[in-house]
């Protein structure tokens, strides 16, 4: 079946500096992938997706390609700020509708 | 309010009491999902369903009960609580699969 790996966290980066978090993933078929969000004591809200392979999802500095011949989805963004620091999860569906998500990881940015 | 809200946020319940946890969307999406959440194990599906009186198992079920005789709401119950159930419950709803998936704030709750 669909499925994500994440890369383990917690990830603490310092501010303005370069943040890469690494997804791969299995599906049957094209599905579209998404990475979302979650601020502390929040529900998860989406961050950018993508709908078929060479697409590349962007939203607030953030940005992922979707990349059919690596399997993959690595979330980047150029330059993180104290406000980024939240748990981000990679997700894909499957052909049922149903969403899997990876195990998440925890961002911490300090000033 | 427009939206998707669960109710309550927060409950606190004895070992081997029903409870059961609400889930309202007021888009008329058509799936509905529960996922609990635990520390390293990220959100697990508990269950989902495609529309009214269409419900399906996710990855863990078992302990669970759902129903879904409206499309708005999507209740969880679990029959007999045990303390591997406390857990922060979320429940989301989409169109499809390849449209954005909304959530509720969820739902702690703490099996004693």
């Known amino acids: 079946g669909n499925s994500v790996t994440q890369m383990e966290g917690p990830v603490t980066l310092s501010e303005e500096a370069f943040l890469t978090i690494n997804c791969t993933y299995t599906a049957t078929g094209y599905p579209s992938l998404f990475w979302y969000v979650q601020y502390p004591g929040e529900g998860l809200q989406l961050l950018l997706k993508a709908t078929k392979a060479d697409d590349k999802g962007s939203n607030k500095g953030f940005e992922a390609t979707y990349r059919k011949e690596t399997t993959s989805f690595h979330l980047e963004k150029g330059s993180v700020q104290v406000s980024d620091s939240a748990v981000y999860f990679c997700?894909?569906?499957?052909?049922?509708?149903?969403?899997?998500f990876g195990s998440g990881t925890k961002l911490n940015v300090k000033p | 309010d427009a939206g998707i809200t669960q109710s309550p946020r927060y409950k606190i319940t004895e070992t081997g009491r029903q409870v059961t946890l609400m889930c309202h969307q007021t888009?008329?999406?058509?799936?509905m999902f529960w996922y609990r959440q635990d520390l390293g194990h990220g959100l697990r599906l508990i269950y989902y369903s495609a529309a009214a009186d269409i419900t399906d198992k996710g990855e863990v079920p078992d302990g669970y009960v759902v129903s879904r005789s409206k499309t708005e709401n999507f209740p969880l119950t679990l029959e007999s609580a045990t303390r591997s159930q406390t857990s922060v419950y979320f429940c989301a709803s989409c169109w499809t699969g390849n449209t954005e998936a909304f959530f509720g704030q969820g739902t702690r709750l703490t099996v004693v």
């Open positions: 997700a894909l569906p499957d052909n049922f509708n149903k969403f899997y």
């Open positions: 888009w008329s999406h058509s799936y």
